[in-house]
């Protein structure tokens, strides 16, 4: 398995990665997502941070800013499937699983991704 772990590393962030998030972009950090996500509504839980995980895990997979919108989509929602898929995401993170979640995950959404909170066609 071959994983795509090299990142920018802006100047003043930190460098080392945060062992509960090994695939995170350099220049992310737990305690950033956490302000964005209070600063959007999101109070972060353990399914939060699951989700975290698997957004950052699957970019580290696949290339990161060239990652397709329907294969992130369908990811999420397989992997997420026992608690209710992309619907229960939705419950998550209300501006959109993709978008908002990427964001507080430290990565560029994809091509096409809509934040439901900003005026997107629903």
Request: net charge negative; aromatic share 10%.
């Amino acid at each position: 398995m071959n994983l795509n772990t090299e990142n920018f590393v802006r100047p003043g962030y930190e460098t080392r990665p945060d062992p509960d998030f090994p695939l995170a972009p350099l220049y992310w950090s737990r305690q950033e997502a956490e302000a964005l996500a209070k600063a959007e509504g999101i109070a972060m839980t353990e399914e939060h941070w699951q989700v975290v995980c698997a957004l950052q895990e699957f970019y580290a997979r696949h290339d990161g800013p060239t990652v397709n919108l329907r294969e992130l989509h369908d990811a999420l929602d397989e992997s997420f499937h026992p608690e209710g898929g992309i619907r229960h995401l939705y419950e998550l993170f209300p501006r959109g699983p993709v978008a908002q979640g990427c964001r507080i995950a430290g990565l560029q959404a994809p091509s096409g991704a809509r934040d439901q909170g900003f005026g997107s066609a629903v």
